[in-house]
T-cell receptor, first 113, second 110 residues
């Protein structure tokens, strides 16, 4: 009965490869997010989707492309991976209009070698 | 953009001690949340508290929006309280765009 689940938990890959991270929430929330946590634990929003519509797109290289097939799913595809992309990526969801707090997934640790 | 500062950056306690973590922010906010990241990396929402005071067991939080700060109190700390505590603020009522502080790393020793 996991609320926000993301896969895979760990991802080790070489520079130049393309990879995807998947996220699903079963809370019925209308908004989903991708956050990046760097090696110093700093958390920064990357993208936000509300009912499949992109509403926040922070300054992120266009190698990162989010896709939301429906409001319960938000995937993150990364092209041409670079060493600096190594981080923990968190998916999250909330119900914005009802001011529901942010619920995070367990994170995906991406290591680019 | 809005700035969020948390203090102290690091805190070491003995089990049973009490502590206060502080979050200062540079502008008016309509959304403030506290999170705990445990040693396994999981981020758990503790409080949604844009103003006022809330309590949940040994934890409580107070936000004084007019003075642009929030406090998280941990009483009778336990080793399971260890981890990083984050404050996040937003200028909209929902969680649309939260800005996170750099966190307070808490270590509770047995």
């Amino acid at each position: 009965d996991t609320a926000v689940s993301q896969t895979p938990k760990y991802l080790v890959t070489q520079m130049g490869n393309d990879k995807s991270i998947k996220c699903e929430q079963n809370l019925g929330h209308d908004t989903m997010y991708w956050y990046k946590q760097d090696s110093k634990k700093f958390l920064k929003i990357m993208f936000s989707y509300n009912n499949k519509e992109l509403i926040i797109n922070e300054t992120v290289p266009n190698r990162f492309s989010p896709k939301s097939p429906d409001k319960a799913h938000l995937n993150l595809h990364i092209n041409s991976l670079e060493l600096g992309d190594s981080a923990v990526y968190f998916c999250a969801s909330s119900q914005v209009r009802d001011r529901v707090p942010l619920h995070f997934g367990n994170g995906t640790r991406l290591t680019v070698t | 953009g809005i700035q969020v500062e948390q203090s102290p950056p690091d805190l070491i306690l003995q089990e049973g001690a009490n502590s206060t973590l502080r979050c200062n922010f540079s502008d008016s906010v309509n959304n403030l949340q506290w999170f705990h990241q445990n040693p396994w990396g999981q981020l758990i929402n503790l409080f949604y508290i844009p103003s006022g005071t809330k309590q949940n067991g040994r934890l409580s939080a107070t936000t004084v929006a007019t003075e642009r700060y929030s406090l998280l109190y941990i009483s009778s700390s336990q080793t399971t309280d260890s981890g990083v505590y984050f404050c996040a603020v937003g200028t909209q009522g929902g969680s649309e765009k939260l800005v996170f502080g750099k966190g307070t790393k808490l270590t509770v020793n047995p």
